[in-house]
Nanobody, 125 residues
Framework: EVQLVESGGGLVQAGGSLRLSCAASGFTFDDYAIGWFRQAPGKEREGVSCINRRDGSTYYADSVKGRFTISSDNAKNTVYLEMNSLKPEDTADYYC??????????????????WGNGTRVTVSS
């Protein structure tokens, strides 16, 4: 059974940084991608970033390019999202999700096969 567990959320002032972690387990295949999504109150869940396990290729939403960095430690089966220069509009519940196969862009949330329970990020102004 695939499990994804997020951690690292919290309260931070605008301009600050946070690092989210997604611990993955239960994969019986090597070809998958893990992405970070976020959902603010009253808004649709949106893709933030994604990484392919096979070759480490990464993709970002325009709203976070240059500020967020996704990375993977395959030995630990953990994917990280380093978030810098945080803005109040980054406030949301952040979820990691996985899909089998590879991606060539940040996928839409309905394309993901597995989800974690989320971690909340609050950026104060």
């Amino acid at each position: 059974e695939v499990q994804l567990v997020e951690s690292g959320g919290g309260l931070v002032q605008a301009g600050g940084s946070l690092r989210l972690s997604c611990a993955a387990s239960g994969f019986t295949f090597d070809d998958y991608a893990i992405g970070w999504f976020r959902q603010a109150p009253g808004k649709e869940r949106e893709g933030v970033s994604c990484i392919n396990r096979r070759d480490g290729s990464t993709y970002y939403a325009d709203s976070v390019k240059g500020r967020f960095t996704i990375s993977s430690d395959n030995a630990k089966n953990t994917v990280y999202l380093e978030m810098n220069s945080l803005k109040p509009e980054d406030t949301a519940d952040y979820y990691c999700a996985a899909l089998t196969g590879t991606v060539v862009a940040v996928p839409h949330f309905y394309g993901m096969d597995y989800w974690g329970n989320g971690t909340r990020v609050t950026v104060s102004s």
